[in-house]
């Protein structure tokens, strides 16, 4: 495989999955690799993008709003970071992308899948990871690890049905196109989750 060949890989999953740790350690992995990584989040990613996601996490708006302006964050992001670091061979990993999109605005607020698809083509016009890491986790454990953890924006504070259909939507994202995902059974200890993510990258040549 070229090193000068950018990858993009994206972890996914309800709050409180548990996804930090894993990027911290896939990013050191890289970078000792000898890949130059880029780490970057959605919403946000540039200075635009990080004042939408102040908007999106904090401020309420029904759920066209809040896809159109994660939408138009995404589509900065992509144009200013994420297109330029891939174009000269650099491996992007983002804390979520369109994914969360339909998860939460799909399945959690109930929008319009359609909608949500046009939107996809016209910002992204075919991009899309090469891997999505799902964490997936029963919202019951989720919670439980976000109350210890921090102070709730107003998505983490929605109720656990919420999250249910959260994590439904996800995993009918993951059967629509499983060549592009790895689900990792994000109950398990640290150490076993780790074990299955560098499982998963080694076999699509990541690792």
């Known amino acids: 495989m070229s090193i000068n060949k950018g990858r993009f890989i994206t972890f996914e999953g309800i709050d409180g999955a548990g996804k930090t740790t894993h990027m ?6 890289w970078k000792q690799a000898g890949h130059e ?23 309420a708006m029904d759920p066209l709003t809040e ?37 939460y605005q799909g399945g959690g607020r109930g ?4 909608v949500l698809g046009t939107l996809e083509g016209w910002v992204q016009q075919g991009l899309q990871p090469d891997l999505t890491l799902l964490f997936d986790l029963d919202p019951a454990v989720a919670a439980e690890r ?27 994202r993951q059967r629509a196109q499983p060549g592009r995902f790895a689900v990792i059974k994000a109950d398990q200890a640290p150490a076993l989750v780790a ?8 076999s699509k040549g990541l690792l």
């Open 195 to 202: 074990e299955q993510i560098q499982a998963e990258l080694r």
């Open 146 to 172: 976000l109350s210890a953890a921090r102070q709730p924006d107003r998505f983490e504070a929605m109720d656990r049905a919420f999250f249910e259909r959260v994590r439904g939507a996800y995993l009918d």
């Open 111 to 114: 929008f319009d899948l359609q």
């Open 24 to 29: 911290d350690a896939l990013e050191q992995a």
């Open 67 to 103: 896809a159109l302006l994660v939408f138009g964050a995404r589509r900065d992001h992509i144009k200013a970071v994420i297109e330029p670091a891939l174009a000269r061979g650099a491996w992007v990993l983002c804390d979520r992308f369109t994914d969360a999109t339909f998860a």
């Open 37 to 59: 990584v880029v780490r970057t989040r959605e919403p946000g990613g540039t200075p635009l993008a990080e004042k939408l996601r102040a908007l999106f996490l904090h401020d």
